[in-house]
């Protein structure tokens, strides 16, 4: 199985960016698919973006797109996720995922093995 760990959320104002980090630790990183989910106070944790074992194939939930972008580094064990353009209704706490098959399944959290701790992002107006 493999180990999960966000960084880089934190406050920042609307417009603004901020890039989060997903370090994988345990069995072989590159065949997992990954996505990132969010989860604010109240509601459920939704999906946001993932990609393929290769980076490849790279999906995002439409209110996103454009603004974010999904991305991983096979060697260093690493995917990320860049935000720009941030708006408050971005404030969550968002999660890595990772299934172990090369092309994703699905959007929905269930489609996905392991999971991250979260790291909380909160975006003022």
């Known amino acids: 199985q493999v180990q999960l760990v966000e960084s880089g959320g934190g406050l920042v104002q609307a417009g603004g960016s901020l890039r989060l980090s997903c370090a994988a630790s345990?069995?072989?990183?590159?065949?997992?698919?990954v996505a990132w989910f969010r989860q604010a106070p109240g509601k459920e944790r939704d999906f946001v973006a993932a990609?393929?074992?290769?980076?490849?194939?790279?999906s995002y939930e439409d209110s996103v797109k454009g603004r974010f972008t999904i991305s991983r580094d096979n060697r260093a064990n690493t995917a990320a996720l860049q935000m720009n353009s941030l708006r408050p209704e971005d404030t969550a706490v968002y999660f890595c995922?990772?299934?172990?098959?090369?092309?994703?399944?699905?959007?929905?959290?269930?489609?996905?093995?392991?999971w991250g701790q979260g790291t909380q992002v909160t975006v003022s107006s």
């Open positions: 995922a990772a299934d172990a098959i090369m092309r994703f399944r699905g959007r929905t959290a269930t489609d996905w093995d392991y």
């Open positions: 345990g069995r072989s990183f590159s065949n997992y698919a």
């Open positions: 990609t393929d074992w290769n980076g490849g194939n790279p």
